[in-house]
């Protein structure tokens, strides 16, 4: 039997982006080069489902998120959660990207690890490992260990849980987690800097900050986020 050519899979990083910054590309890099990703594409939440109003305008975050993408054509930035009136759940965003990339196309969906210990607050969460693969990666102060996941998170974990060479033999359906450059940067620490006028460059790529600057964003301190299923 011949067997097909493996397709090098394609990372996807959601995400707010309320801004984009360093911990989010460092992920994404760190995920192309370990995971041996094709490309990552970036997806920022129109109206995230999970959380507070964004401090910033979806076509202003998606607008940040195509600065800091530009020039590296290992990132891809998809706009269709910004344009949908919809509030934004990753489970039709990754059907979507199915009808998209077919069913053999190996999907890998890159969290960090607080987001991962809260997939089972979120829409469907179980019908994610059917549409992709799942890396995580760590990220300062939140633990990657099992036993600090919820339990029926956990047991996921030990069943799906696999290594980097097994994500281009099949389309979805692995765990796997994988350590990054620790940067401790937070959205919520930039718009913060911003609320007191102190400058955030060199947490985020310098085209963003100017469009904070140029935009005025982020002057108003921050609301506080609603805890909402995803
Ligand atoms: P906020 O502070 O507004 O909650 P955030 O900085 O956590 O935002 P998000 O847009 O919510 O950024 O994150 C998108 C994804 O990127 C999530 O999976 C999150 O875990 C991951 N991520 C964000 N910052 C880092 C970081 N510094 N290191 C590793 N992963 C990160």
């Known amino acids: 039997m011949v067997r097909s050519p493996e397709l090098a899979p394609l990372g996807i990083l959601g995400g707010t982006f309320d801004p984009i910054h360093f911990g989010h590309l460092r992920l994404a890099e760190e995920a192309r080069q370990q995971l ?24 202003q975050r998606l607008a940040m998120t195509q600065l800091a993408a530009a020039g590296n054509a290992t990132l891809e930035v998809d706009a269709a959660e910004v344009l949908s009136n919809a509030p934004s759940y990753t489970v039709p965003t990754l059907e979507r990207l199915r009808r998209e990339l077919g069913a053999q196309q190996p999907l890998v969906l890159l969290l960090g690890a607080d987001a991962f210990a809260g997939l089972p607050t979120w829409h ?28 029926e998170l956990a047991a996921v974990c030990d069943e799906r849980s696999t ?50 600057a140029q935009h005025r964003l982020y002057r108003e301190a921050p609301c506080e986020p609603e805890e909402e299923p995803s």
């Open 124 to 151: 469907r969460w179980r019908s994610l490992f059917e549409l992709a693969h799942i890396a995580v990666a760590t990220r300062p102060g939140h633990s990657l260990d099992t036993h600090a996941l919820p339990p």
């Open 36 to 59: 041996r990703l094709a490309r990552v594409r970036l997806i920022p939440a129109g109206r995230p489902a999970h959380r507070g109003a964004p401090g910033a305008r979806a076509e």
């Open 163 to 212: 290594d980097a060479s097994a994500l281009a033999t099949s389309p979805a359906g692995c765990i796997l987690r994988f350590p990054i450059t620790p940067l401790d940067i937070s959205a919520t620490a930039i718009r913060s800097a911003c609320a007191r006028l102190e400058s955030p460059r060199y947490l985020l790529p310098d085209g963003v900050v100017d469009y904070i």
